[in-house]
């Protein structure tokens, strides 16, 4: 399976969305080996002094799928979820200055933490699920589906012109304002429409 992220999704100011709104979404892969096991304690890695969390939420995909039309795209899932896209923000800085591919700061072991799914079902709307992330009892990012550039079923219909979908894959679509550095000892929860989806300890 393969973990599709997509890049900035969200502006602060939600007026602005028509102006700012860049053409296409950017895209990127993180390779299974990236996902943080179950309950387990997340590792800051020596080849960064800047991890960065990036709370996102979550799609996974429950068929095969390619070029799949946008008025299709909601037979392609039934959870949604949410997770934290890790990034060792120096080095991918590094990276960006010189045009060169970012997998190394996004796609390391660890990188990826998969909360629990929520059925669609029991969700008043996937318009507008609201989600958090709480670093140490603060919450210090906060999301909305509403709030997206490139809404759920958008995005599975312009990631599948390029890449076929398979069951099982899961989309990350993007982070909400609000991303920061994590320290040892840290410890990070995220809540979804009153649920708490995942926790873990930073070491
Ligand atoms: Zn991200």
């Not at 969200?10 to 860049?22: G, Q, V």
């Not at 095969?64 to 008025?71: A, F, L, P, W, Y």
């Not at 490139?150 to 312009?158: H, M, T, V």
Request: aromatic share 10%.
């Amino acid at each position: 399976m393969k973990l599709i992220c997509i890049g900035r999704n969200y502006t602060e100011h939600i007026e602005e969305l028509n102006n700012e709104r860049p053409d296409e979404p950017v895209v990127f892969i993180k390779p299974d080996s990236a996902i943080l096991p179950n309950e387990q304690d997340f590792y800051i890695p020596d080849f960064s002094d800047d991890v960065h969390y990036e709370v996102e939420l979550l799609v996974k995909i429950n068929k095969v799928g390619k070029h799949i039309e946008e008025r299709f795209a909601h037979k392609y899932y039934d959870e949604v979820g949410l997770g934290i896209d890790f990034t060792a923000r120096d080095l991918q800085s590094q990276l960006k200055q010189k045009g060169l591919p970012w997998e190394k700061a996004k796609g390391f072991d660890g990188s990826a933490v998969i909360g629990k799914w929520l059925s669609k079902n029991n969700l008043d709307s996937i318009d507008d699920i609201n989600f958090s992330l709480f670093k140490n009892g603060d919450e210090v990012q906060k999301g909305s589906t509403k709030l997206m550039l490139w809404k759920i079923d958008e995005l599975i219909a312009y990631v599948s012109k390029f890449f076929t979908l398979k069951k099982g894959d899961v989309i990350f679509t993007g982070t909400p304002a609000g991303v920061g550095r994590i320290q040892a000892n840290d410890y990070l929860s995220g809540m979804m429409e009153g649920h708490e989806l995942f926790h873990i300890n930073v070491k």
